[in-house]
């Protein structure tokens, strides 16, 4: 079992970024996908989640308007796109994969926002 995020890098504030998580070694499909971030000194946040199927996504008050999950149950990736990007959103991005006792968690892709 594999998830891998990547994209993550330095953007300058109002800057857009697209994450990406790529899954392999379980039913993809099968799975509600949820995106994470940890910024320094401080806990892992849930900001976005969708479905398995893709119909239906929440937000995190932080990054609600600004922040948008998407998913490609053929291709097995989930993205993350970022706009209106300010310094606090600065973290490391994690992907997870969570369905019942099964919880699969990516490595994280590091997002720096600053000038």
């Known amino acids: 079992v594999q998830l891998v995020e990547s994209g993550g890098g330095l953007v300058q504030p109002g800057g857009s970024l697209r994450l990406s998580c790529a899954a392999s070694g379980f039913p993809f499909s099968s799975y509600p996908i949820s995106w994470y971030r940890q910024a320094p000194g401080k806990e892992r946040e849930l900001i976005a989640g969708?479905?398995?199927?893709?119909?239906?996504?929440n937000y995190a008050d932080p990054v609600k308007g600004r922040f948008t999950i998407s998913r490609d149950n053929i291709k097995n990736l989930v993205y993350l796109q970022m706009t209106s990007l300010k310094p606090e959103d600065t973290a490391v991005y994690y992907c997870r994969a969570r369905r019942a006792w099964q919880d699969y968690w990516g490595k994280g892709t590091l997002v720096t926002v600053s000038s």
């Open positions: 969708i479905s398995s199927a893709g119909d239906s996504t």
